[in-house]
């Protein structure tokens, strides 16, 4: 599995970017699909997970009510919607699959769960 992330830039406090994430290699819907974020000189730390059927999210309570994330099967690829941006989000977000769930139903905030990364996007919320 492959995973290429895409969408990161640089805008305001109170803007919007709207990450995506496309993956390579296996059959998608198989995939559980989470988003992370790193920003300078702090740990890696759960964003949103989705199922691989598309039915369950979860966010972390930093972004909840401002973000979101969903999933196109067909196109292989899993999206972050960001909203109501602020500069604590600033950091690489990276998109990550686990990728044997244990159905497509399945979500996880676990690190560990998550074995391909891709190679991380930059968004930067300038005050």
């Known amino acids: 599995v492959q995973l290429q992330a895409y969408g990161g830039g640089l805008v305001q406090a109170g803007g919007s970017l709207r990450l995506s994430c496309e993956a390579s290699?296996?059959?998608?819907?198989?995939?559980?699909m989470g988003w992370f974020r790193q920003a300078p000189g702090k740990a890696r730390e759960f964003v949103a997970t989705?199922?691989?059927?598309?039915?369950?999210?979860y966010y972390a309570n930093s972004v909840k009510g401002r973000f979101t994330t969903s999933r196109d099967n067909a196109k292989n690829t899993v999206y972050l919607e960001m909203n109501s941006l602020k500069p604590e989000d600033t950091a690489v977000y990276y998109c990550?699959?686990?990728?044997?769930?244990?159905?497509?139903?399945?979500?996880?905030?676990?690190?560990?769960?998550?074995?391909?990364w891709g190679q991380g996007t930059l968004v930067t919320v300038s005050s």
């Open positions: 290699g296996r059959t998608f819907k198989e995939l559980l």
């Open positions: 989705i199922s691989g059927n598309g039915g369950n999210t």
């Open positions: 990550a699959a686990d990728t044997n769930p244990a159905d497509t139903a399945y979500y996880t905030h676990r690190r560990y769960e998550y074995h391909v």
